[in-house]
């Protein structure tokens, strides 16, 4: 299996302040025949389902606000969140989709400093 | 607008049965893969199972196989996992989530918890 491995566990961020996060996998999710990166990012609210952010590791979900982006490729990838809102304080992970199964990081906890 | 609404969890002992639901409403279910995916308390987000559009390929994590059972009514757009042998470490909240064309989920219905306890 392919392990996800996100870092930091946690972070304090100041409103208005950038948020990065970051991800490693334990083998490659980029796919040579069509250069894609199988690896996606969720945001997960207390009580609440996962919500998609970000695909094909840099692919903004529809209704997703701009301040969210991806980055990276193959084994190590990026969420960054620009300017941070006070909505986005969540449980972050990340997913890759290369394989079965499909693995999630462990979570990054994005909070308010 | 997609919704994904899970039904049936509940508190079983340890070696019981138990079939979650979930009824898709908003998009073409019958086009779409579907999965099942699971969150013990506290802990990371785990893939269960998947079915094809049509029903006819099946795939499940290891920890599953054998005792879970994944079907679908796509005349009902609806998607059902049965749960054999349940153990303490089949507790969390099951979510049903659709697959968009590579992998990923897109939407997720707001899950059902199972617990497994004596």
């Known amino acids: 299996d392919i392990v996800m491995t996100q870092s930091p566990d946690s972070l304090a961020v100041s409103l208005g302040e950038r948020a990065t996060i970051n991800c490693k996998s334990s083998q490659t999710v980029l796919y040579s025949s069509n250069n894609k990166n199988y690896l996606a990012w969720y945001q997960q609210k207390p009580g609440q389902p996962p919500k998609l952010l970000i695909y094909?590791?840099?692919t903004r979900e529809s209704g997703v606000p701009d301040r969210f982006s991806g980055s990276g490729s193959e084994t190590d990838f990026t969420l960054t969140i620009s300017s941070l809102q006070a909505e986005d304080v969540a449980v972050y992970y990340c997913l890759q989709y290369y394989v079965t199964p499909r693995t999630f990081g462990q979570g990054t906890k994005v909070e308010l400093k | 607008e997609v919704q994904l609404v899970e039904s049936g969890g509940g508190l079983v002992q340890p070696g019981g049965s138990l079939r979650v639901s979930c009824a898709a409403s908003?998009?073409?279910?019958?086009?779409?893969?579907m999965s099942w995916v699971r969150q013990a308390p506290g802990r990371v987000l785990e893939w269960v199972a998947d079915?094809?559009?049509?029903?006819?390929?099946?795939t499940y994590v290891d920890s599953v196989k054998g005792r879970f059972t994944i079907s679908r009514d796509n005349a009902k757009n609806s998607m059902s996992l049965q749960m054999n042998s349940l153990r303490a470490e089949d507790t969390a909240v099951y979510y049903c989530?659709?697959?968009?064309?590579?992998?990923?989920?897109?939407?997720w219905g707001l899950g059902t918890l199972v617990t497994v306890s004596s």
């Open positions: 989530a659709r697959v968009m064309s590579g992998g990923f989920w897109d939407a």
């Open positions: 908003g998009f073409t279910f019958s086009s779409h893969w």
């Open positions: 079915i094809k559009p049509d029903g006819s390929e099946k």
């Open positions: 094909w590791a840099s």
